[in-house]
């Protein structure tokens, strides 16, 4: 057994896993949770327009690194890895945070690709279904990306096929288009039409005719999935492989859209970080569901776990 920790940093938030790892190979590894964190740093905030990260988004993503490095020493932490995407990959300054990150948490966080990026969250989604629901087509909407990855589970453990990560996320989509809240119709269409446009990038490298089941991962899913169900506030063990209809995600949606910033604060399950970009992510998420309803996907399975399973994993 190893105890091991993963840390992703990604454009919205920054998010800690540290697990017990057992197992020896691709197909008998198990994971056992024994810390899970998240903290909107919003590291993201204005990257699409100035091509720098700001110093304050820096400092935030500081401050929680140092935390999690806390957390760290005091679970015994035997091997880590961190692991950086969208907003970092695009900024001008991305030296200034790496040596801000190997001050803090003591090694070199990773830029890695999307392709990368893909390929850990399929790993991390797909470990708690069965190998006969496949193939999957596991959907990480991010911050400032969004990553489409296909794959099956095989006896020799999870195999992909296709994956393309492409820049659309809650973020980089309520920045680019939705300036008023709520935001106009107008708005929405274009938000809509430039979700569409750039995702149909990840639809042609990603063939869909084969796919059986539809995964989920990330803060947008997970938060329209309790929306959906209803809940007062947000569960983890509900949420876990709950099944998200159309009609539920549409309705739910519909009704993001429509609520003036202070309304969707006081929703139970929304996580404060989430507020602003939230109806973004929705959009991205609707226009995903076009393209899988096509393919015969009428629901959405929502997974907790996620990149940073598969982070832990890659440790091993």
């Known amino acids: 057994m190893a105890r091991v920790a993963a840390v992703d940093c990604g454009t919205n938030s920054i998010h800690l896993l540290v697990a017990d790892v057992t197992g020896s190979g691709p197909t008998d590894l198990a994971l056992r949770d024994v810390h899970r964190e ?46 950086a ?110 979700a569409a446009e750039i995702l149909a990038d990840a639809f042609a490298a990603v063939p869909m005719q084969d796919v059986r089941t539809w995964v989920g991962v990330s803060g947008t899913v997970t938060t329209l999935s309790a929306l959906a169900l209803g809940l007062p506030d947000y569960d983890a063990d509900a949420v876990h492989l709950s099944r998200l209809s159309l009609p539920d995600l549409h309705r739910v949606t519909a009704e993001l859209l429509a609520m003036p910033r202070d309304r969707r604060a006081a929703l139970g399950p929304m996580h404060a970080g989430r507020v602003d970009v939230i109806g973004g992510g929705a959009l991205v998420v609707e226009e995903l ?28």
């Open 38 to 83: 998240m903290r909107v740093v919003r590291l993201g905030q204005g990257v699409d327009a100035t091509g720098v990260l700001a110093p304050e988004a820096i400092e935030r993503t500081r401050a929680a690194l140092a935390d999690y490095t806390a957390v760290m020493r005091r679970k015994g932490v035997e091997r880590v890895r961190m692991v």
């Open 85 to 194: 995407t969208s907003a970092t990959r695009d900024a001008a300054n991305r030296d200034d945070f790496f040596a801000m990150t190997r001050e803090v948490l003591g090694v070199e966080a990773e830029v890695i690709s999307g392709d990368e990026e893909a390929r850990l969250s399929f790993d991390g989604a797909v470990g708690d279904l069965e190998p006969d629901d496949g193939p999957f087509v596991v959907v990480d909407v991010g911050g400032g990306s969004t990553e489409v990855v296909l794959g099956e589970l095989t006896p020799s453990g999870p195999v992909v096929h296709a994956a393309r990560s492409v820049d659309v996320g809650c973020v980089r989509l309520t920045e680019r288009c939705l300036p008023d809240d709520p935001p106009t119709a107008e708005q929405v269409a274009k938000a809509r039409a430039v």
């Open 289 to 316: 569901a076009r393209e899988f309803a096509r393919a015969g996907c009428t629901e959405l399975v929502v997974s907790e776990h996620d990149i940073l399973d598969g982070i832990a994993r890659s440790l091993v």
